[in-house]
């Protein structure tokens, strides 16, 4: 199944569309760089690969997991999402039949652009994969939005027209294939937030376990300067994860969704002590425990969770 894709080279989100001059690049540095840029490439290919995997071995399970089991086993087996594990089969069920066809194109697809194109209507998807074969690079939002404007066009054929017509003609589109490119944005545009964020509070427990290495003394006070990040990642996380962190703290923000716990992982138990943090009744209970211990606590959960 592997080798349906093995020529699929993926590209992200307009990132290599129009080509990349490496002339601004320090000379010393340019051929490193270049060479990062295949092994990602590779790496997605592997992505795409993969998941073509998956959804063979989620497919053929499924048909023989008796009725009403199939969630329960693949929660408990592999932590996958009902709707991942549905891309992936999605992904096998278009692509398995015709592994010559995506050999050939050398589609320039990145692994998120191939999952939508897995479910596109096939108007939609022939006209995506004529425009890749003449040699058009097209970016996850592009395979996006003409998925939707067929899906549009169908609509329209059936008497139904666009669902985005009650609005102005130049208005943002509505229904779920536009929810989904708005949430696939903010999810870009947040991640590398969280991580940042995460980072400067992970830096302040570093300073404070080095000061304590040395002997100097590391104040309640100090660390409770860490509550306005730790407010602004708790809620980030909750938006990304769509899930609620454990903790002390009772209520770090408004929210009228009813969230599950996060699963159990590294992230958890980063998010349960930022959860701590939050609050100012929160940081004083979990420093009761002592500064040192607090410190290792949070220390430690941010690395995991940053470089495991």
Known sequence: MASSVAKVTTMDRGAAVV?????????????????????????????AEAMMDIGERLHRSRGALPHGTWLPWLISETGMSEQWSRDCMNLYLRFHDQPTLIEDLDI??????????????????????????????????DVEETIK??????????????????????AAPVGADALQLLFDRARDELIPQVIARAQAVLCVLEDAEEAMSSGKRVTAKELQNLRSNAQWLTDALEQLSQRRAGGQAKVVHQTFL??????????????????????????????KAGVPAFVERGAKALRLALFR
């Open 19 to 47: 080509g990349f001059s490496y002339d601004a690049v320090p000379v010393e540095h340019r051929e490193a760089v270049r060479e990062d840029a295949r092994q990602i490439r590779m790496r997605l290919i592997e992505t």
């Open 108 to 141: 320039a697809l990145s692994p998120t652009a191939i999952v939508r194109l897995a479910s596109a209507p096939e108007a939609a998807y022939e006209d995506i994969m004529s425009r890749v074969q003449e040699g058009e690079k097209l970016r996850v939002v």
């Open 149 to 170: 404007e067929h899906r549009d066009r169908e609509r329209g054929m059936k008497g139904k027209g666009p669902r985005a017509r009650a609005f102005a003609e130049d």
């Open 258 to 287: 009813d969230r599950p716990p996060l699963d159990a992982g590294p992230w958890s138990d980063a998010a349960a002590f930022l959860r701590d943090i939050s609050s100012s009744d929160a940081i004083v209970a979990a420093l």
